[in-house]
């Protein structure tokens, strides 16, 4: 198991730090990037300002109800253009609404999970995410934008 790059998209501060407790705990290191809404995701992913010296992301774990742009538009920014199409993107959001979850299977999410309102749950969660990405999925290498 190699560490990969996961770029965390999440407004709530506290889910940030959960996820962020969480991923500490897990086995293989890996280099977390947070952003806090769709307009930084975009700019961290085309390497903008302020994100000049972003690498690009393994692994992506969108919120969906995001400020400025929400993840759906991301998720269909994302999955559209050629440079990022490749990075598997996990939709977590607190919606259970049918809706939310037809709407991001049809923008191409590789999965959609509802997050736990529990905090021993979430973490658990947060641990299962990333043991299926880092430990039994093969993940395509993004070495665009030079990373």
Same mark, same amino acid.
């Given at each position: 198991m190699?560490?990969?790059?996961?770029?965390?998209?999440?407004?709530?501060? $506290?889910?940030?730090?959960? *996820?962020?407790e969480?991923?500490?705990?897990?086995? *293989?290191?890996?280099?977390?990037?947070?952003?806090?809404? +769709?307009?930084?995701?975009? @700019?961290?992913?085309?390497?903008?300002?302020?994100? *000049?010296?972003?690498? /690009?992301?393994?692994?992506i774990? &969108?919120?969906?109800?995001?400020? &400025?742009?929400? $993840?759906?538009?991301? &998720?269909?920014?994302?999955k559209?253009?050629?440079?990022?199409?490749?990075?598997?993107?996990?939709?977590?959001?607190?919606?259970? /609404?049918?809706?939310?979850? %037809?709407?991001?299977? @049809? +923008?191409? /999410?590789?999965?959609?999970?509802?997050?736990? *309102?529990?905090?021993? @749950?979430?973490?658990?969660?947060?641990?299962?995410?990333?043991?299926?990405?880092?430990?039994?999925?093969? %993940?395509?290498?993004?070495?665009?934008? $030079?990373?």
């Open positions: 190699s560490p990969i790059h996961i770029l965390l998209v999440e407004d709530n501060e $506290g889910d940030i730090v959960l *996820t962020l969480a991923l500490k705990d897990v086995k *293989t290191p890996n280099k977390i990037s947070v952003v806090r809404n +769709g307009e930084e995701a975009i @700019q961290f992913l085309d390497r903008t300002v302020p994100f *000049t010296e972003a690498s /690009a992301p393994d692994l774990l &969108l919120d969906i109800y995001l400020p &400025l742009i929400d $993840g759906k538009e991301v &998720l269909k920014y994302v559209t253009h050629s440079d990022h199409k490749i990075i598997p993107v996990v939709m977590l959001s607190s919606s259970v /609404a049918s809706n939310d979850i %037809l709407e991001s299977y @049809q +923008g191409h /999410a590789n999965c959609y999970i509802s997050k736990p *309102t529990e905090t021993d @749950q979430y973490f658990d969660m947060v641990k299962k995410v990333e043991n299926f990405w880092v430990s039994i999925v093969d %993940l395509p290498k993004t070495n665009h934008h $030079g990373s």
